[in-house]
């Protein structure tokens, strides 16, 4: 494979979202999988924070609010992607990253992983979804913290598919609206910046919390 066709491949990838109309036509119903791929890459490595998330789900969730997507199809291949994705993210952490941890990083942090996943991992896995970027680093995280994977798969679940539900459903039902789909990079931006506000309050709660114990 030449280097402009791994351009053309990570092109691709990165702005699925937003020339997805074009993909529907070319590739049918083979979009689909294409969908499932991306983000089952976004939420399963670490090394692929980049590809779209959010913006995808809502964008999707527009297409098939017109009809030109399956909802309930969407709806289950997403949640697959998102959950599948996340397991194998926490089964990379769990393997190698206390390795990596032992090697490169002192292992009081290590310790303090372990420690802040006992007491915050159920919270965190559910709200990093909403987080891009975190999203795709608390799995791993929570596999190097030796979480215990039945929890883990429990929450990552729960976190999963309302994560997907939410911004899906959120594309179908003001996607089509005339103002927002005019402004339709504005509207991502907003919903990725909404998508902090979960994280941020938790962050203050826990911040107000330690204040009041000193």
Same mark, same amino acid.
């Given at each position: ?35 499932? #791929?991306?983000?089952?890459?976004? =939420?399963?490595?670490?090394?692929? &924070?980049?590809?779209? *998330?959010?913006?995808?789900? %809502? ?10 997507? @399956? ?13 599948? *994705?996340?397991?194998?993210?926490? #089964?990379?952490? @769990? ?5 990596? #941890?032992?090697? %490169?990083? @002192? =292992? ?23 987080? &891009? ?18 929890? #883990? ?17 959120? *594309? ?5 609206? &005339? %103002?927002?789909?005019? @402004? ?13 506000? &979960? ?9 107000? *919390? ?5």
């Amino acid at each position: 494979m030449s280097i402009a066709n791994m351009v053309d491949i990570i092109d691709f990838l990165l702005h699925i979202d937003k020339y997805l109309d074009v993909f529907i036509q070319n590739y049918g119903s083979l979009v689909y999988l294409i969908l499932f #791929f991306v983000i089952f890459l976004e =939420t399963g490595f670490v090394l692929t &924070p980049f590809l779209p *998330g959010d913006s995808l789900l %809502f964008v999707a969730g527009t297409f098939a609010g017109t009809g030109y997507l @399956n909802l309930y199809l969407l709806l289950i291949i997403f949640s697959a992607a998102a959950i599948l *994705g996340d397991s194998v993210n926490y #089964f990379i952490g @769990n393997y190698f990253g206390e390795k990596v #941890f032992l090697k %490169f990083i @002192n =292992t009081k942090y290590l310790e303090k992983t372990k420690t802040f996943y006992e007491k915050y991992g159920k919270k965190t896995i559910v709200l990093a979804r909403f987080v &891009p970027i975190v999203r795709t680093f608390a799995p791993f995280v929570a596999g190097v913290g030796k979480m215990r994977y039945p929890v #883990f798969l429990w929450y990552n679940i729960i976190g999963g598919v309302v994560w997907v539900f939410l911004a899906v459903f959120a *594309g179908y039902f003001f996607g089509q609206i &005339p %103002f927002v789909e005019q @402004n339709l990079t504005i509207f991502v931006l907003l919903i990725i910046f909404l998508s902090f506000i &979960p994280i941020i309050v938790e962050y203050l709660r826990q911040k107000k *919390g330690s204040n009041k114990i000193r």
